[in-house]
T-cell receptor, first 112, second 116 residues
């Protein structure tokens, strides 16, 4: 069945460092792909999405490109801030009923 | 406005209590969802309503009873819960699951439930 694999965390970075969180997927067809962020004690917020191959989603300095050839949707940010500390979930909309299928989440901690 | 609201923010209940969680959206979305999230885990889908009808029940125990009184409102009625049901309960909504099978889901802040 459809699935999402994210890099294991936690990831600890210094402020202004470059961030990459790897995400690969297995799916039939070409599902929409998402990154959600969950700040401590809060619900999930949509960070960005891409609906077809080669689409680039971007928001708040974060970017991810839908790569069909490598079945990947890696999240990147050029310069992280302390306020980016959160758990990041990669997800695809797939399965037989088009539900969201989440990766396990990657916790990011940014130190000043 | 992409806001989904949930009340209460926190809830503590005993195993014999009956309580309800409420979710509301005013984006005109026709699909609404309940998820359960345990600590350090991704959300797990519980129920999906599409056009106010239950379309997906992911084999959730009957002590959880969803209700969709209208297109803007979604409730989750709780009765005779177990301590292992303690979790963050998230509501989400999306535009239309009929005309567009894939659609972006917007989440509320969640209700943190503790069952004693």
């Amino acid at each position: 069945g459809d699935s999402v694999t994210q890099m294991e965390g936690p990831v600890t970075l210094s402020e202004e460092a470059f961030l990459t969180i790897n995400c690969t997927y297995t799916a039939t067809g070409y599902p929409s792909l998402f990154w959600y962020v969950q700040y401590p004690g809060e619900g999930l917020q949509l960070l960005l999405k891409a609906t077809k191959a080669d689409d680039k989603g971007s928001n708040k300095g974060f970017e991810a490109t839908y790569r069909k050839e490598t079945t990947s949707f890696h999240l990147e940010k050029g310069s992280v801030q302390v306020s980016d500390s959160a758990v990041y979930f990669c997800a695809l909309e797939g399965g037989s009923q088009g539900n969201l299928i989440f990766g396990k989440g990657t916790k990011l901690s940014v130190k000043p | 406005d992409t806001e989904v609201t949930q009340t209460p923010k926190h809830l503590v209940m005993g195993m014999t209590n009956k309580k309800s969680l409420k979710c509301e959206q005013h984006m005109g979305h026709r699909a609404m969802y309940w998820y359960k999230q345990k600590a350090k885990k991704p959300p797990e889908l519980m129920f999906v309503y599409s056009y106010e009808k239950l379309s997906i029940n992911e084999s959730v125990p009957s002590r959880f009873s969803p209700e969709c009184p209208n297109s803007s409102l979604l409730n989750l009625h709780l009765h005779a819960l177990q301590p292992e049901d303690s979790a963050l309960y998230l509501c989400a909504s999306s535009d239309d699951r009929v005309l567009a099978l894939t659609d972006t889901q917007y989440f509320g802040p969640g209700t943190r439930l503790t069952v004693l």
